[in-house]
């Protein structure tokens, strides 16, 4: 069984500040990983996926993620905060194969950004 | 432009009423889903199609129903044996292998019972 766990409900920091999102999985074959954004009352949208390959992802908006299978995570970062980023983000797990798009969610963290 | 949609986007329901929640999509996906999300809480799998006229159950199916009759639709109702419906409805999409599963949104359907 795959499981996600985001580090943090909660992540606040100031406009033009790193941004840190952790995401740490466990998967017992080499997962698909995701990283979603949703504003309020609005559906998820990808920001970046990490399949095969390089392990530094870039994604939209700035935002990138690595994948490091030695620690099992999948952090989400971005070097300079802006306003607009303030919403929920989700990471996300995925099997490969049959399963694909069976995706298992961790609880989301929430970013807010300050001026 | 392809993509999803979801209607209605608000909804009100006594208690004891069943309501259907529509989802479609142009996306020519041959997957479809339905994630309830509470909050503070991540999205919960209800069911699942990977291809039409057949379906399977997610993690928290009682008291849910669905139907994929054509592959574009995948209508989700809920019944009154769900005991807390009170939630934002989403529907997704995806191919049902390729693109690291990759998972395409509706825009949500939140459900208040009265």
């Known amino acids: 069984a795959q499981s996600v766990t985001q580090l943090g409900s909660h992540v606040s920091v100031s406009e033009g500040a790193l941004v840190l999102l952790r995401c740490n999985y466990s998967?017992?074959?080499?997962?698909?990983l995701f990283w979603y954004v949703q504003y309020p009352n609005q559906g998820l949208q990808l920001l970046l996926k990490?399949?095969?390959?390089?392990?530094l992802v870039k994604g939209i908006n700035g935002f990138e993620a690595e994948f490091k299978k030695s620690e099992t995570s999948f952090h989400l970062t971005k070097p300079s905060a802006h306003m607009s980023d303030a919403a929920e983000y989700f990471c996300?797990?995925?099997?490969?194969?049959?399963?694909?798009?069976?995706?298992?969610f961790g609880d989301g963290t929430t970013l807010t950004v300050k001026p | 432009d392809g993509g999803i949609t979801q209607s209605p986007k608000y909804l009100f329901r006594k208690e004891g009423q069943n309501v259907t929640l529509s989802c479609e999509q142009n996306?020519?996906?041959?997957?479809m889903y339905w994630y309830r999300q509470d909050p503070g809480q991540g999205l919960r799998l209800i069911y699942y199609?990977?291809?039409?006229?057949?379906?399977q159950k997610g993690d928290i199916a009682e008291g849910y129903s669905v139907s994929r009759e054509k592959k574009e639709s995948f209508p989700l109702t809920v019944t009154s044996a769900q005991k807390n419906p009170t939630a934002f409805y989403l529907c997704?999409?995806?191919?049902?292998?390729?693109?690291?599963?990759?998972?395409?949104f509706g825009e949500g359907s939140r459900l208040t019972v009265l």
């Open positions: 996300a797990v995925s099997d490969r194969g049959t399963n694909a798009g069976k995706s298992t």
């Open positions: 996306l020519n996906h041959d997957a």
């Open positions: 199609s990977q291809i039409v006229n057949d379906f």
């Open positions: 997704a999409s995806s191919t049902s292998t390729g693109l690291g599963g990759e998972l395409f």
């Open positions: 990490y399949t095969t390959g390089a392990t």
């Open positions: 998967s017992s074959v080499p997962p698909y």
